[in-house]
């Protein structure tokens, strides 16, 4: 089976869908939009899912659920029949293990303050205090450790939110522009990490290459006559009429005579 998420392109091993039944992205990436973007949208079609259900990924022998509105309503964190359910993601699993681990992924706890209790490693096990959300976790965080996350690494990076870099703000600004602050460790550590691309137009950084490429192509235009007769080296453009004025009448004419 190398059947990769359409996400995060890694083997497809756990799954999570929805009423639309597309059944390509692994339930780490699903559980992270749900729950870190509340983006509850399947990435495929864009249907809202209010639950999803999650179960090993066997290809055409994944378990399907045949209708959704058999799935228990109204129900708590923890086993309800033969699933379990996850309440911040709204998900079942039919699997207590990966349940578990999905749980943990999305616990809210201060790394700060876990490690002060001599918590055992198992991010599982840690109990410490706990937070109701993300944006709560970042008040603490800055308020009584003048500590930040970064924000692309959270959305784009597949840890645990505990197991997220912790950054002043001028080692966020530098992991940001370069990638290699005092927290992002050594060359060895960073794997080749350069900070987080930005687009030039909007001066704004994207987690990595994918983000950027989707947000230059759906957000700014490129000529269509460079892209052919260049290809891998048209520009992109701000605005339209950034576009008109310095490319098109001149590719325009150039496309008469050629
Ligand atoms: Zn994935
Ligand atoms: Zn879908
Ligand atoms: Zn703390
Ligand atoms: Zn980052
Ligand atoms: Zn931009
Ligand atoms: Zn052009």
Request: net charge negative.
């Given at each position: 089976?190398?059947?990769?998420?359409?996400?995060?392109?890694?083997?497809?091993?756990?799954?999570?869908?929805?009423?639309?039944?597309?059944?390509?992205?692994?339930?780490?990436?699903?559980?992270?939009?749900?729950?870190?973007?509340?983006?509850?949208?399947?990435?495929?079609?864009?249907?809202?899912?209010?639950?999803?259900?999650?179960?090993?990924?066997?290809?055409?022998?994944?378990?399907?659920?045949?209708?959704?509105?058999?799935?228990?309503?109204?129900?708590?964190?923890?086993?309800?029949?033969?699933?379990?359910?996850?309440?911040?993601?709204?998900?079942?699993?039919?699997?207590?293990?990966?349940?578990?681990?999905?749980?943990?992924?999305?616990?809210?706890?201060?790394?700060?303050?876990?490690?002060?209790?001599?918590?055992?490693?198992?991010?599982?096990?840690?109990?410490?205090?706990?937070?109701?959300?993300?944006?709560?976790?970042?008040?603490?965080?800055?308020?009584?450790?003048?500590?930040?996350?970064?924000?692309?690494?959270?959305?784009?990076?597949?840890?645990?939110?505990?197991?997220?870099?912790?950054?002043?703000?001028?080692?966020?600004?530098?992991?940001?522009?370069?990638?290699?602050?005092?927290?992002?460790?050594?060359?060895?550590?960073?794997?080749?990490?350069?900070?987080?691309?930005?687009?030039?137009?909007?001066?704004?950084?994207?987690?990595?290459?994918?983000?950027?490429?989707?947000?230059?192509?759906?957000?700014?235009y490129t000529c269509h006559?460079?892209q052919?007769?260049?290809?891998?080296?048209f520009?992109y453009?701000?605005?339209?009429?950034?576009?008109?004025?310095?490319?098109?009448?001149?590719?325009?004419?150039?496309?008469?005579?050629?």
């Amino acid at each position: 089976m190398d059947d990769c998420c359409a996400v995060c392109a890694e083997p497809l091993e756990w799954v999570s869908y929805g009423p639309c039944f597309h059944r390509d992205v692994c339930s780490t990436c699903v559980s992270r939009l749900r729950f870190i973007c509340d983006d509850r949208r399947c990435c495929i079609c864009k249907t809202p899912s209010d639950v999803v259900f999650v179960t090993k990924a066997l290809g055409d022998y994944t378990r399907m659920i045949s209708d959704f509105s058999s799935l228990p309503s109204d129900v708590r964190e923890g086993q309800v029949g033969s699933y379990w359910y996850h309440e911040d993601t709204n998900a079942f699993f039919d699997d207590v293990d990966h349940y578990k681990m999905i749980k943990a992924m999305c616990r809210l706890s201060c790394s700060v303050c876990d490690k002060l209790e001599d918590q055992p490693h198992d991010p599982s096990k840690r109990r410490g205090m706990m937070f109701r959300n993300i944006e709560q976790l970042k008040g603490h965080l800055f308020h009584r450790h003048r500590l930040l996350m970064c924000s692309l690494c959270l959305e784009g990076r597949k840890v645990f939110i505990c197991e997220q870099k912790l950054f002043t703000r001028s080692q966020l600004n530098q992991h940001i522009s370069t990638g290699d602050s005092e927290v992002d460790g050594s060359e060895s550590d960073r794997g080749g990490f350069m900070g987080h691309p930005m687009c030039e137009f909007c001066r704004t950084p994207f987690y990595g290459d994918n983000e950027l490429y989707t947000h230059m192509s759906t957000e700014h235009y490129t000529c269509h006559i460079c892209q052919r007769w260049h290809p891998g080296q048209f520009e992109y453009y701000k605005h339209y009429d950034d576009l008109e004025a310095s490319c098109l009448h001149f590719c325009f004419f150039y496309s008469l005579f050629n």
